[in-house]
Nanobody, 125 residues
């Protein structure tokens, strides 16, 4: 059974930075694609936006256009952890951020199998 627990959310001023972490519990962390999604205020969870993903080894990443150059995803397979480094934060980045894990379809179709409970990020103007 896979469990994902996010941490690191909080309140930050525009232009600031936050680092989110997600700890994976279960087997074979390194066999999963890991990703981050966010649910903006007023949106349903099914409308969550893909933020970015990292492949099995951490050698390749992908990002949604609005966060490119500001957000960085990394993973530590020895610690079963994935991070989302967020810089130059904007008020429109305010959302609940979810960590997710998936198989090959996560990379090609952004279809993920397991989700965390989310962590709130609020960016004030």
């Amino acid at each position: 059974q896979v469990q994902l627990v996010e941490s690191g959310g909080g309140l930050v001023q525009a232009g600031g930075s936050l680092r989110l972490s997600c700890v994976f519990s279960g087997r074979h962390f390194s066999s999963y694609i890991m990703g981050w999604f966010r649910q903006a205020p007023g949106k349903e969870i099914l409308e969550s936006e893909f933020v970015g993903g990292v492949n099995w080894s951490g050698s390749d990443t992908m990002y949604e256009d609005s966060v490119k150059g500001r957000f960085t995803i990394s993973r530590d397979n020895a610690k079963n952890t994935v991070h989302l480094e967020m810089n130059s934060l904007k008020p429109e980045d305010t959302a609940v951020y979810y960590c997710a894990a998936g198989g090959p379809l996560a990379w090609s179709k952004k279809e993920y199998d397991y989700w965390g409970q989310g962590t709130q990020v609020t960016v004030s103007s």
